[in-house]
């Protein structure tokens, strides 16, 4: 399968602790995107690296989110102390996207989401 | 601040029928407009994007449409099938510097048989 994968599917954890999300994503992206997506909503950007570099933050993501992609392959979404609030899917795309045109025709590519609930 | 809002937000249509869904956002500076698809509890699949320049992207069944002055987008799936039963989202990416999409909430389509 060589699309984005994402491990794992499904987390249920009680409030107060930590949980780790993995993304694979499509082998020659140089980008990676995470998105969180409640119910009944679109998903919401949380951050995005360009190859290793984690170039933008939304403000949803709160300093007890930390992502990182180390040597610019899979990247891990880490969340600390969890509340119920942050009880949704959590989508991991990728994307390549070459030169000044990059921009115009970036597709970025999804993965199934790991859905979390906390307790 | 880029809104994106899809109307309706659910729809529900019989076989065979042909059916427009509508993307509108606030902010015409975009690089390009997705649409996806999203089937329960699972991720999203890409359908057709739309760069800026562009006013129309076709997919077999699926036709989608810009008008970037406007900030419009509209989706249409010609001869529907239970199988295109899903959810329907949009997306635009903003010109500049940010790199994410900003999406819509979805359009929820239903095709009875």
């Known amino acids: 399968d060589t699309g984005v994968s994402q491990d794992p599917r499904h987390k249920i954890t009680k409030r107060g602790q930590n949980v780790t999300f993995r993304c694979d994503p499509i082998?020659?992206?140089?980008?990676l995107y995470w998105y969180r997506q409640t119910l009944g909503q679109g998903p919401e950007f949380l951050t995005y690296?360009?190859?290793?570099?984690?170039?933008?933050k939304s403000r949803l993501l709160s300093d007890r989110f930390s992502a990182e992609r180390p040597k610019g392959s899979f990247s891990t979404l880490e969340i600390q102390r969890t509340e119920q609030g942050d009880s949704a899917m959590y989508l991991c795309?990728?994307?390549?996207?070459?030169?000044?045109?990059?921009?115009?025709?970036?597709?970025?590519?999804f993965g199934p989401g790991t859905r979390l609930l906390v307790l | 601040k880029q809104e994106v809002t899809q109307i309706p937000a659910a729809l529900s249509v019989p076989e065979g029928e042909n059916l427009v869904l509508n993307c509108s956002f606030t902010?015409?500076?975009?690089?390009?407009l997705q649409w996806f698809r999203q089937d329960p509890g699972k991720g999203l699949t890409s359908l057709l994007l739309?760069?800026?320049?562009?006013r129309e992207q076709t997919s077999g069944r699926l036709n989608a449409s810009l008008d970037k002055s406007s900030g419009r987008s509209t989706l249409y799936i010609a001869a529907s099938q239970p199988g295109d039963s899903a959810t329907y989202l949009c997306?635009?990416?903003?010109?500049?510097?940010?790199?994410?999409?900003?999406f819509g909430s979805g359009t929820q389509l239903t095709v009875l048989p």
């Open positions: 902010d015409s500076a975009i690089y390009n």
């Open positions: 739309i760069q800026s320049s562009q």
């Open positions: 795309a990728s994307s390549l996207a070459l030169g000044a045109s990059g921009g115009y025709q970036e597709t970025q590519y």
């Open positions: 997306a635009v990416k903003r010109s500049g510097s940010a790199r994410q999409l900003t």
């Open positions: 082998s020659e992206h140089n980008r």
């Open positions: 690296f360009q190859n290793e570099a984690q170039l933008e």
